[in-house]
T-cell receptor
């Protein structure tokens, strides 16, 4: 069973507009969440994270929102740039387990 | 900056061979991980290690083993390679304990093809 779900395999937006990537989780034991960006033929790069005690974390153009009651988080990119085109993975971790559980990823394409 | 180095970017091996994938990190991280990435399946954890000579199975350990003799080095071993092990393999490391402020850092991956 998938504990971390990214239901949109792909998303296309215009340059300068907002990109919103969504992620849902089922395991209540998760207490932190991360977003990674991955270009083809490269490893994932850490983007931004959030602890479950917060509902928002911001870093420049990137903001992550967490809704614990809905078990939902989202990544907002404003404004979107063509260089943001990549696969974005949502990941969750928690408890004494060192593991991260990843979603299947969303391919973001930002059109000039 | 954290540097996680995987020994090969591309590797081609034959069915039945014993294959070694090497990973080295330079940040004195306690935790190290091996994942595989397949289209439509995301990243799946094979094995991880939280200390020298310690290892734990991830979600898909069958057909694999690991070795961690030194803190900076984590090796993935395919005991007898099969075609369904053709994949992108990713190594990662992190400080301990893991958390929102201690993310995993990844290498660039090894694209392994088993013929």
């Amino acid at each position: 069973d998938q504990q971390v779900k990214q239901n949109s395999p792909s998303l296309s937006v215009q340059e300068g507009r907002i990109s919103i990537l969504n992620c849902d989780y089922t395991n209540s034991m998760f207490d932190y969440f991360l977003w990674y960006k991955k270009y083809p033929a490269e490893g994932p790069t850490f983007l931004i994270s959030i602890s479950s005690i917060k509902d928002k974390n911001e870093d420049g153009r990137f903001t992550v929102f967490l809704n614990k009651s809905a078990k939902h988080l989202s990544l907002h990119i404003v404004p979107s740039q063509p260089g943001d085109s990549a696969v974005y993975f949502c990941a969750a971790g928690g408890g004494s387990n060192y593991k991260l559980t990843f979603g299947k990823g969303t391919l973001l394409t930002v059109n000039p | 900056d954290v540097k996680v180095t995987q020994s090969s970017r591309y590797l081609v091996k034959r069915t039945g061979e014993k294959v070694f994938l090497e990973c080295v990190q330079d940040m004195d991280h306690e935790n190290m991980f091996w994942y595989r990435q397949d289209p439509g399946l995301g990243l799946r954890l094979i094995y991880f290690s939280y200390d020298v000579k310690m290892k734990e199975k991830g979600d898909i350990p069958e057909g694999y083993s690991v070795s961690r003799e030194k803190k900076e080095r984590f090796s993935l071993i395919l005991e007898s390679a099969s075609t369904n092990q053709t994949s992108m393999y990713l190594c990662a490391s992190s400080l301990h304990p893991a958390g929102w402020d201690q993310p995993q850092h990844f290498g660039d991956g090894t694209r392994l093809s088993i013929l």
